[in-house]
DNA sequence: CACCCCTATTGCAACGTTGCATGCAACATC
DNA sequence: GATGTTGCATGCAACGTTGCAATAGGGGTG
């Protein structure tokens, strides 16, 4: 059995009160006493009970991550990372997965699932911002990678429109043309694939080239499967083939890959490939994927400074006095075998 | 602000213990009582709280699942699965991370971080059998893929060195002689990596062939890095060049091929290459990998249902009276493009 | 020596929930 | 009609913690 403040007071002889006083170091404690409880603490292996603590408190520690998919390469290392930013806030975080369901988002919004966090991350995928803030309940909450043109809420992410631009450029200034872009997403109310879409337009126009609506592919998730699929029907279409690839995810990038080595497109020389997300994967892949990657030691420290901001802050409050946040955070673009010029490409192929 | 059992007994004009009955079902209520009170919890939109429930009941249905790493493709994929089949009990799941080591894991077995768990779900990796029980607490545990010879709690895990003899066996029987095994980990206590080290010497002799300690590559962790660095280790070590790999993990498997097609080594031609894990990566990766594939749903499912059995029932506790399990889940060998013999290599490689 | 202030310590109450025991009415049984 | 039985509803207490207010002692000051 765990013991408690009781315990340990009787077993050193002080009052309740003094016990929770030498935990906390909340009221002044002689150095006789503090030795003697701190001893019995030790002794007994004391550990405070959250449920009471937090009971009495009306805080749990806890905060909920709601992201689609936990074993998605990206959401994966960012949950990674967001766990350990937490554990260094004395937080403890807890995982939920709307696997981009609608349903699921308004569910774990309202806290059905965890009615216990002191706040939430959420990565919306389903919902659009005016969506989020009706169903939102007075749980504090950062939004990832969201636009949020409402400012219903905290938000960080980086600069969508700018990222895309780059990644195009890069392959515009390597000597390509046709170049595709897969990984819109019309059915989603999630504005990312949206300003993925603008930078990439931007870029092409920049660089007097017309944005083909042939070229761009949309997709019914970010999967490596997806992407698989809409290079094949990228493929099928006809017309003159594609001599580059913007992908809008990485997983999409290597389904894409996949494609070609089965079509027998060669990556770099006949097809350059970008991805966005900066997976492992990529850095591993065959060949090597170039990649768009966003800062996610960042995205997950200043998600969770806005958390604490509002949850510590007296004012705090969704419906408080501080004003949301919209932070950016930096991304760089990786160049990596996929989007090597042709010309060097001895390395490129394996055979 | 949220609403108690107490304004919802307001409202509905009954006692606080009569609502508390129609929420949890526990004891008769009559219909014309149960529909009144529904309405009133529907009015509130009242959620049980959670602290004050769990400090009442002892219990707070949440489970702590103890794993090296979240953003390691396949911990990642077993997490999903171990959150939806909690979902499905109404239980929460809280990750922590132990990043192989030993102290770590030590910390999250004593109960440090999360005093508050049901229940432990934990992949040792640093600490074997022995000490593990010393350090546990009176939490009911779960093991996963340990092979537990002192059997001090439920453990659920695949046939390890079956598993390695068929991939072995696989190897050896599409023409391979020399056939390496990456993967043995000599400083970690934890026995999954001897058990398929002892599955793949028991092919090899089976075959005739004599195991080689030159081809036995070791590693440091059973990550990609690892993996290209093991072999390029195998290959500069001069000798004869192994013709297969068995690697105890997909993701070593990512890693050697990586760097097979640095030094230009063409698999499956020259190199057949078989994993362990059956990660996605490894059905998109160029070429598709090869793998032992254990049954990731089948192990949550499992694993859960022995912390169930712990958890609810009266002598269940780690000391009760419930003997361990010892629970072993199915696998089967993937075959894909990595191990295919080499004459049908026209879409072997990409060129 | 009375007074006050400051420090160290304490007791009481409350957070929201559920286990246990009890109350109360209606109904069946003898 | 008295007694037992059943179905339904309630009140009290307790889980472990902390906020608040109060108390007891010790030392300094007028």
Same mark, same amino acid.
């Given at each position: 059995?765990?013991?408690?403040?009781?315990?340990?007071?009787?077993?050193?002889?002080?009052?309740?009160?003094?016990?929770?006083?030498?935990?906390?170091?909340?009221?002044?404690?002689?150095?006789?006493?503090?030795?003697?409880?701190?001893?019995?603490?030790?002794?007994?292996?004391?550990?405070?009970?959250?449920?009471?603590?937090?009971?009495?408190?009306?805080?749990?520690g806890l905060i909920g991550l709601?992201?689609?998919?936990?074993?998605?390469?990206?959401?994966?290392?960012?949950?990674?990372?967001?766990v350990e930013a937490a554990q260094?806030?004395?937080?403890?975080?807890?995982?939920?997965?709307?696997?981009?369901?609608?349903?699921?988002?308004?569910?774990?919004?309202?806290?059905?699932?965890?009615?216990?966090?002191?706040?939430?991350?959420?990565?919306?995928?389903?919902?659009?911002?005016?969506?989020?803030?009706?169903?939102?309940?007075?749980?504090?909450?950062?939004?990832?990678?969201?636009?949020?043109?409402?400012?219903?809420?905290?938000?960080?992410?980086?600069?969508?429109?700018?990222?895309?631009?780059?990644?195009?450029?890069?392959?515009?200034?390597?000597?390509?043309?046709?170049?595709?872009?897969?990984?819109?997403?019309?059915?989603?109310?999630?504005?990312?694939?949206?300003?993925?879409?603008?930078?990439?337009? &931007?870029? +092409?126009?920049?660089?007097?080239?017309? !944005?083909?609506?042939? #070229?761009?592919?949309? *997709? %019914?998730?970010?999967?490596? /499967?997806?992407?698989?699929?809409?290079?094949?029907?990228?493929?099928?279409?006809?017309?003159?083939?594609?001599?580059?690839?913007?992908?809008?995810?990485?997983?999409?990038?290597?389904?894409?890959?996949?494609?070609?080595?089965?079509?027998?497109?060669?990556?770099?020389?006949?097809?350059?490939?970008?991805?966005?997300?900066?997976?492992?994967?990529?850095?591993?892949?065959?060949?090597?994927?170039?990649?768009?990657?966003?800062?996610?030691?960042?995205?997950?420290?200043?998600?969770? &400074?806005? +958390?604490?901001?509002?949850?510590?802050? !007296?004012?705090?409050? #969704?419906?408080?006095? *501080? %004003?949301?946040?919209?932070? /950016?955070?930096?991304?760089?673009?990786?160049?990596?075998?996929?989007?090597?010029?042709?010309?060097?490409?001895?390395?490129?192929?394996?055979?």
């Amino acid at each position: 059995m765990r013991s408690s403040l009781k315990d340990v007071a009787a077993r050193a002889g002080v009052s309740v009160r003094t016990v929770s006083n030498v935990v906390n170091g909340s009221a002044s404690v002689s150095e006789k006493t503090r030795v003697r409880v701190q001893q019995a603490l030790d002794e007994l292996g004391y550990r405070p009970n959250l449920a009471a603590r937090s009971l009495r408190a009306g805080r749990t520690g806890l905060i909920g991550l709601v992201i689609p998919e936990i074993h998605s390469p990206y959401f994966g290392e960012l949950a990674g990372l967001l766990v350990e930013a937490a554990q260094r806030r004395s937080w403890t975080v807890i995982i939920d997965q709307t696997h981009g369901r609608a349903d699921e988002e308004r569910r774990l919004l309202k806290g059905t699932h965890a009615p216990i966090v002191d706040g939430l991350i959420i990565s919306p995928w389903a919902l659009d911002a005016s969506e989020l803030s009706k169903e939102a309940g007075s749980t504090p909450m950062v939004l990832l990678g969201e636009r949020d043109p409402r400012q219903v809420a905290d938000h960080v992410a980086v600069d969508n429109v700018l990222a895309a631009d780059e990644a195009t450029r890069h392959l515009v200034e390597t000597g390509r043309r046709r170049i595709a872009a897969i990984g819109p997403q019309p059915e989603l109310r999630n504005g990312t694939a949206e300003q993925r879409l603008t930078g990439y337009r &931007q870029a +092409l126009r920049r660089a007097g080239l017309t !944005p083909d609506p042939v #070229l761009e592919v949309p *997709v %019914p998730t970010l999967h490596r /499967t997806a992407g698989a699929r809409a290079m094949e029907e990228l493929l099928d279409r006809g017309g003159p083939a594609p001599d580059a690839v913007f992908a809008f995810s990485d997983e999409l990038a290597l389904g894409i890959m996949r494609t070609a080595r089965d079509r027998g497109v060669r990556v770099p020389e006949d097809l350059a490939v970008v991805g966005f997300d900066d997976i492992e994967d990529g850095r591993f892949s065959n060949p090597s994927l170039t990649t768009v990657s966003p800062d996610k030691a960042q995205i997950a420290e200043r998600a969770l &400074q806005c +958390l604490a901001d509002r949850v510590y802050s !007296p004012g705090g409050g #969704l419906k408080g006095t *501080v %004003p949301p946040q919209r932070i /950016t955070v930096p991304h760089r673009l990786v160049v990596r075998e996929s989007s090597r010029p042709a010309e060097g490409g001895s390395r490129g192929a394996g055979s």
